[in-house]
């Protein structure tokens, strides 16, 4: 009998909400997704001053070169005067990052960001295949 692997595929979606730019993804981070996601990403931080906030909490598993994914978007973040914000609630994650030492190059947040709570979503895109 043949094994039948299921995995979630990260379909990101993206809106923005008081002005940054929330990403949402889900599912499994891993080899496969990341060149996708990479240039979603590399197109969110294009402009001036990107203001992006990564939702990650629906994220069951990342692999390093997800890891890697985010380091690219942080830089690139950075290097246009913007920012990178995290949201995640997942111990493994953090243990993840603290044991790389990227623990402290991220803003992560446990939950929504306050400057963002309560503010309405302008609109609503889905990234897949744009």
Do not use: K, N
Request: glycine share 8%; proline share 6%; charged share 20%.
């Amino acid at each position: 009998m043949a094994a039948h692997h299921t995995r979630s595929t990260p379909y990101p979606t993206h809106h923005t909400v008081g002005g940054a730019i929330v990403v949402t993804l889900q599912g499994e981070i891993d080899l496969l997704a990341v060149p996708a996601l990479t240039a979603r990403l590399d197109t969110l931080t294009a402009g001036p001053r990107p203001d992006l906030v990564l939702d990650l909490r629906p994220v069951s598993f990342m692999d390093c070169t997800g890891l890697g994914m985010l380091c690219r978007a942080l830089r690139r973040a950075r290097a246009r005067h913007g920012r990178l914000r995290l949201v995640t609630d997942s111990a493994r994650f953090l243990r993840t990052l603290r044991c790389t030492g990227l623990a402290g190059a991220f803003d992560i947040h446990s939950r929504w960001p306050d400057d963002l709570a309560g503010t309405p979503v302008a609109e609503s895109v889905s990234a897949v295949d744009d």
